[in-house]
C-alpha cells in the first residue's frame, strides 16, 4: 500500500537518494520547491532546473511561489548570524513551514525533507523543527537522517550519473557574501561558472 509524502527538496542532488530510499519504503512522494532563500536569482533557476530533471515527469513537484513571510525579511536581522546558527534554523523553519501549507492544499497528511543528507547540517535539529511544524499543521513528520549508510556519498554519485547541476553553497545571500561558495556543502561539484 503506497502513502502520500511529501518531501521538501532543497536541491535535486540532495534529493536523489531519498526520492529512491522513501520509493522502496513504498511512498508515494511529491516533491516541494522553496526557492525564496537562494540568491541570487539565477541560481534559483538553476537548482530548480535540476529538480525538474531529476523529476523528469516521473514525480509531481510542487513550486512555492507564496512565501510568508518574505525569506529576507525574516532572516536580514540575522545576517551576521555564523552558518550553523540562528539564521540557518529560522530557513529550515520557513522551508518546512511552506512545504506543510502545500501538504495541507494538496491533501497530503505526512512531511519528510531533504536536508539530513547533507554532513553540514544539524540532522537532529531539522528532524525537531520538521516534528514540531508537522504537528501545528495537523500532519505527520517521517523522521529521517538520510546522510546515514552512506547517503551522501551515494548522492554524489547519483548526481554526477545524472548529470544534475550541483551548487556549491547553501544558497543565501549571507553564506555568498561570506565566500563560503567556495565550500562545497552538497558534496558535490559545481559547473563552470557557479559561485
Known amino acids: 500500500m503506497e502513502h502520500r509524502l511529501l518531501l521538501h527538496a532543497c536541491c535535486a542532488p540532495d534529493a536523489t537518494v531519498p526520492l529512491a530510499d522513501l520509493a522502496e519504503e513504498g511512498y508515494a512522494v511529491t516533491l516541494y520547491w522553496y526557492g525564496a532563500n537562494i540568491h541570487p ?25 507564496l512565501f510568508i513571510p518574505s525569506w529576507m525579511e525574516a532572516a536580514a536581522p540575522l545576517g551576521a548570524e555564523p552558518e550553523g546558527g540562528k539564521r540557518c534554523a529560522l530557513c529550515f523553519r520557513l522551508q518546512l513551514e511552506g512545504a506543510a501549507r502545500a501538504a495541507v492544499r494538496e491533501g497530503i497528511q505526512r512531511l519528510c525533507t531533504t536536508l539530513t543528507i547533507s554532513p553540514h547540517k544539524d540532522a537532529a535539529l531539522i528532524n525537531a523543527i520538521g516534528e514540531e511544524t508537522a504537528r501545528s499543521f495537523g500532519l505527520r513528520w517521517l523522521p529521517r537522517v538520510f546522510r546515514k549508510q552512506n547517503g551522501f556519498v551515494r548522492s554524489v554519485a547519483m548526481s554526477k550519473e545524472l548529470g544534475l547541476y550541483r551548487q556549491s553553497y547553501c544558497g543565501c545571500i549571507f553564506s555568498l557574501r561570506r565566500g563560503e561558495a567556495h565550500e562545497s556543502v552538497s558534496g558535490g561539484e559545481t559547473s563552470p561558472g557557479s559561485a
Open 41 to 65: 536569482a539565477g541560481e534559483e533557476e538553476k537548482r530548480k532546473g535540476a529538480l525538474g530533471s531529476l523529476a523528469a515527469g516521473r514525480v509531481p513537484v510542487i513550486v512555492e511561489n
